[in-house]
């Protein structure tokens, strides 16, 4: 069973920085798993932000927030983080720690992810 449960969120001007974790518990962490993060504002749908494949520590960005985000782990803390910088306003929204069990994130992106966080509000004022 994999818990995910997100902390960092918070109030933030845009031009500042936030950073969010995710522990990550589960046995299958040290494979080839893909750790993700999502986010949804209000109104639109849940979009991916990016991830990183936790075998390879190959990292992958949506294009907005390539440059300004950065998605790390640590494999003996057995976390997953999501550095923002360079916050704007667009960037509010809810986001959410997922885990891909067994998938490198370049053949998991578009599918389902197998476990989801709770999520974490971002709000970023102008």
């Known amino acids: 069973q994999v818990q995910l449960a997100e902390s960092g969120g918070g109030s933030v001007q845009a031009g500042g920085s936030l950073r969010l974790s995710c522990p990550a518990s589960?046995?299958?962490?040290?494979?080839?798993?893909?750790m993700a993060w999502f986010r949804q504002a209000p109104g639109k749908e849940r979009e991916a932000v990016g991830g990183?494949?936790?075998?390879?520590?190959?990292?992958y960005y949506a294009n907005d927030v390539e440059g300004r985000f950065t998605i790390s782990h640590d494999t003996v803390k057995k976390m997953v983080y999501l550095q923002m910088n360079s916050l704007l306003p667009e960037d509010t929204a809810v986001y959410y720690c997922?885990?891909?069990?067994?998938?490198?994130?370049?053949?998991?992106?578009?599918?389902?992810?197998?476990?989801w966080g709770q999520g974490t509000q971002v709000t970023v004022s102008s």
């Open positions: 997922a885990a891909y069990i067994g998938k490198r994130c370049n053949d998991a992106f578009g599918t389902e992810p197998d476990y």
């Open positions: 589960t046995s299958t962490y040290s494979t080839r798993d893909c």
């Open positions: 990183i494949t936790t075998y390879t520590s190959n990292t």
